[in-house]
């Protein structure tokens, strides 16, 4: 396999090529995967022996009408049908939304599930994304959320809750409050597909409110909960217009045989469902516990069956995925092409302890070799299709943030630069992350890229004689961060930029010295070594200041375009306090600051709505 894997990834449309063509590169057998978001204690054992008992009668004849296996769930949920709407997935689902009840415009917290930006950009739609910044801990604020939707007069507000890949959450009583605030919108989609493994709170859903507001979806996974993700089977909640109206756009068997079986066997399981998502919740624990033990790693607190993770200083991403998949048999998610994230980042799929393990061992290796605890090693150069920061990174490293190697004394020693010599773009500490919402320069790629100076040679360069300086120079002022700033969205097609094409600030670098002023600077400073100093401060010769003027950058266009001042915040800090050298507590991860709750009994039958549809339906 090792020899396939990057063709492997680039062959396909998705994010990961499939379980299926990773198993045939590999006589037929899969990795461990901690990439795909399902239930690994759901179905039981004897729901496999019994589903493929009846293998050649699934596979055989139709399924019933969509209606059928509808009642039957709703039956099991105590929901009532006229509120709900089966797809083929819940990117069935999205699909339908986008082209019934979007009309011109989306907003969407990222980085979140794919399709809810890429859907409605594929039909025209304008897609207002709202960056989570990582120096929040990606967790985010409804009030600037609303603030953003409002000035940016967006149409259709969506939340997902947790969100995918970070799996932060947020309370039933916020979710209402936002709605609550927004009910003039033409729509509000809650995603709950991985709310059933959150247990911050009782009763976290809103699909109640959904059955009662004019403008609301719900939108639930099954194929998720219940380990499946190959039957391809959701559903959405809403009241009995909205639901309706989707209802009738799908195709009369959108819902296959296997979906049947499945939906009319849970009755029966109720109890063994709602244990595995107790050993769900438990392996989320020890899997924060482990991971977050060590070095460098950051684990940010979630709600899902997944935990978003940082790198190392210096890991790609990319590097990572592959050398774990070639060397150790074990498929992660790198984040790269989600928007507002970068290949810094993993999402990991909660498994049992003995498969963390096995992730745990394989992350040391790769990650430290034999040095566990040691500076992080180069990865590699990366490859071709890496859309990470692991570059920038290691620049900042090995230099302890001053920036171009070899320069970092000397640099020390050299006074202030006037206004007219500053270097453009904010320091590389704060370097630009690429985060949907920044407007790229006026001019074209290939033109920003020629106005650059060239890169600097691999000798230390000897710096020019200090020049007399009038003023001090002020200070540069920071570029300001997307996270701070509500009123700043991304513009239509924005999301193709990848962050690699944002050049940091801390890679633009002075013009290359010519030998022979090499030579003469050489001998000018020499000579002012041997000489006694004079109090007078001597006006350089005219070559050094041919010199000096020749190591301006460009004045023809700025580095980037003028932009309020904001407190930076960006992927160059690392998130959440506290979490990158010990372990996370229960309450960290659960996204809790208050003590932890006495448990509740849980009940032992399957997870019902409550009365309350009965009510209304």
Not at 174 to 188: A, G, P, R, S
Not at 381 to 388: A, D, L, P, V
Request: hydrophobic fraction near 40%; include cysteine; proline fraction near 12%.
């Amino acid at each position: 396999m090792a020899d396939n894997v990057a063709s492997l990834f680039r062959g396909t449309a998705a994010h990961s090529p499939s379980m299926a063509a990773l198993a045939r590169e590999s006589d037929g057998v899969g990795p461990i995967d901690f990439c795909t978001p399902c239930n690994p204690y759901f179905p039981t054992p004897g729901m496999f022996d019994e589903l493929a008992g009846r293998l050649r009668e699934i596979i055989t004849y139709y399924p019933s009408s969509a209606d059928t296996i509808t009642a039957e769930l709703c039956s099991l949920l105590q929901l009532p049908p006229s509120c709900v709407a089966m797809g083929n997935g819940s990117t069935e689902l999205i699909t339908w939304i986008d082209h019934l009840l979007v009309r011109e415009s989306l907003a969407i917290p990222v980085p979140t599930f794919g399709r809810w930006t890429d859907q409605p950009m594929e039909t025209g739609k304008r897609v207002d994304m709202f960056p989570l910044m990582e120096s929040n801990g990606f967790a985010l604020d409804p009030a600037q959320y609303i603030e953003f939707i409002r000035a940016r007069g967006t149409k259709v507000a969506v939340i997902c809750n947790p969100n995918n890949p970070d799996g932060g959450f947020l309370s039933r009583r916020t979710v209402v409050n936002f709605m609550d605030q927004l009910q003039d919108l033409d729509l509000i989609v809650i995603d709950e597909s991985f709310l059933e493994f959150a247990d911050a709170e009782n009763d976290p859903s809103v699909v109640e409110e959904a059955v009662l507001r004019p403008n609301v979806i719900v939108l639930r996974s099954l194929g998720k909960n219940f380990g499946l993700h190959g039957i391809r089977f959701g559903y959405l909640v809403a009241n009995p217009a909205l639901a309706g109206k989707i209802r009738s756009m799908l195709p009369k068997w959108n819902l296959n045989s296997f979906a049947e079986t499945v939906v009319f066997m849970l009755k029966e399981h109720g109890a063994e469902y709602m244990e595995s998502l107790h050993l769900v919740r438990r392996d989320r624990l020890d899997m924060a516990r482990q991971l977050s033990a060590l070095p460098g790693l950051t684990v940010y607190p979630s709600q899902g069956n997944f935990l978003f993770v940082r790198l190392p200083v210096g890991a790609e991403g990319t590097v990572v995925r592959d050398r774990l998949l070639a060397e150790h048999r074990i498929l992660v998610r790198e984040c790269g092409n989600k928007i507002g994230s970068s290949s810094r980042f993993l999402r990991l799929v909660v498994r049992p302890q003995t498969d963390v393990r096995r992730l745990v061992s394989g992350l040391e290796q790769v990650l430290y070799g034999s040095r566990r605890g040691a500076a992080v090693p180069e990865l590699g150069t990366g490859n071709s299709y890496s859309s990470g920061t692991a570059a920038v990174d290691r620049l900042v490293s090995e230099t302890n943030g001053a920036g171009i190697p070899g320069l970092a004394a000397q640099a020390a020693a050299m006074p202030s630069l006037p206004p007219a010599q500053t270097w453009p773009g904010p320091p590389p500490s704060q370097a630009p992350s690429g985060m949907p919402g920044l407007v790229p320069a006026p001019a074209p790629a290939a033109a920003a890229a020629s106005m650059m100076p060239p890169q600097q040679p691999a000798a230390p360069m000897p710096m020019p004689m200090p020049m007399p300086m009038p003023t001090p120079a002020p200070q540069q002022q920071p570029m300001p961060a997307v996270a701070q700033m509500p009123g700043v969205a991304q513009m239509p097609g924005a999301a193709q930029m990848q962050p690699a094409q944002m050049q940091p600030a801390a890679l633009m670098q002075p013009a290359q010295m010519q030998p022979a002023a090499q030579m003469q600077q050489m001998q000018q400073m020499q000579q002012m070594q041997q000489a006694p100093m004079s109090p007078v401060p001597q006006a350089p010769s005219p070559a050094l200041q041919a010199q000096a003027r020749s190591m301006q950058p460009p004045r023809q266009a700025p580095a980037m375009p003028a932009m309020a001042p904001a407190p930076a915040a960006g992927l160059g800090q690392t998130g959440m306090p506290g979490l990158r050298n010990r372990g996370l507590t229960a309450a960290q991860v659960r996204g809790r600051t208050e003590p932890e709750p006495t448990p509740t009994p849980q009940p032992t039958g399957w997870p019902a709505a409550g009365a309350m549809y009965n009510q209304v339906g």
